[in-house]
């Protein structure tokens, strides 16, 4: 089945930058998805972004122009690139993902996040005004 396990997160001042990365394993089929969400105490959990194996890509509004989610096939990692970090992007940052048919599923993920049946543990990130 699916594993995905996160790392990269940190503390940073806004305007910083960070790079989380999401490596997955587990998976036979050629169709899949890997997003990423964020939470925040006090609230609800928010995607970030998705992408699937057919190049399908998807951003929040709220991280648009900031985040950019690529994949390095050869380590089986996915990436989530944050630069221009603002206090209110702190929080714990999951990746989930799912493998199989109708896995290329990005451009729906970030509101379907039921169907995405592997989730990682988080990693956390601390931005500072």
């Known amino acids: 089945r699916v594993q995905v396990v996160e790392s990269g997160g940190d503390s940073v001042q806004a305007g910083g930058s960070l790079r989380l990365s999401c490596v997955v394993s587990g998976y036979t089929y050629a169709s899949y998805c890997v997003a990423w969400f964020r939470q925040v105490p006090g609230k609800e959990r928010e995607g970030a972004g998705a992408?699937?194996?057919?190049?399908?890509?998807k951003y929040a509004d709220s991280v648009q122009g900031r985040f950019t989610i690529s994949q390095d096939h050869s380590k089986n990692t996915v990436y989530l690139q944050m630069i221009s970090l603002k206090p209110e992007d702190s929080g714990m940052y999951y990746c989930?993902?799912?493998?199989?048919?109708?896995?290329?599923?990005?451009?729906?993920?970030?509101?379907?996040?039921?169907?995405?049946?592997?989730w990682g543990q988080g990693t956390r990130d601390r931005v500072s005004s």
């Open positions: 989930a993902g799912v493998a199989g048919p109708g896995g290329r599923m990005a451009r729906r993920a970030l509101g379907a996040s039921s169907e995405l049946a592997a």
């Open positions: 992408v699937d194996s057919g190049g399908g890509i």
